[in-house]
């Protein structure tokens, strides 16, 4: 399992459309909330190579007197999967399956991360 890089990319580094894989309010959370297996189809939106997936959050703080927030062509189609680590929930252990049947290639994959 590696740790994923958490580094900044600019706008223009980017290929696809972007995604939303879940929206979770943490006020009514229960424990087990914070797993969950997500779906995603992201269409390439000029001809270049993918060398990553950017993953982001954005965060809403909703109950305050005015509302405040922040924010962090061919498809490709897959899966992401986040749950706490067994052995130390502090830790994330995600999954990201992914395929893409291109005109230049197909590829199908698996990788595996390690938040710490």
Do not use: W
Request: aromatic share 10%.
């Amino acid at each position: 399992m590696m740790e994923p890089l958490v580094d900044t990319v600019d706008q223009n580094q980017i290929v696809t459309n972007s995604h939303l894989l879940k929206t979770m309010d943490i006020s009514k959370m229960a424990p087990g909330d914070a797993s969950f297996t997500a779906s995603f189809k992201l269409v390439a939106q000029r001809d270049d190579y993918i060398h990553a997936f950017v993953a982001y959050f954005d965060v809403s703080f909703t109950k305050c007197h005015k509302l405040m927030g922040f924010s962090t062509g061919e498809a490709i189609v897959g899966s992401m999967t986040v749950a706490p680590n067994k052995k130390n929930l502090r830790d994330v252990d995600i999954m990201v399956k992914y395929s893409l049947n291109g005109r230049r290639c197909v590829v199908s994959r698996v990788q595996f991360y390690k938040m710490r």
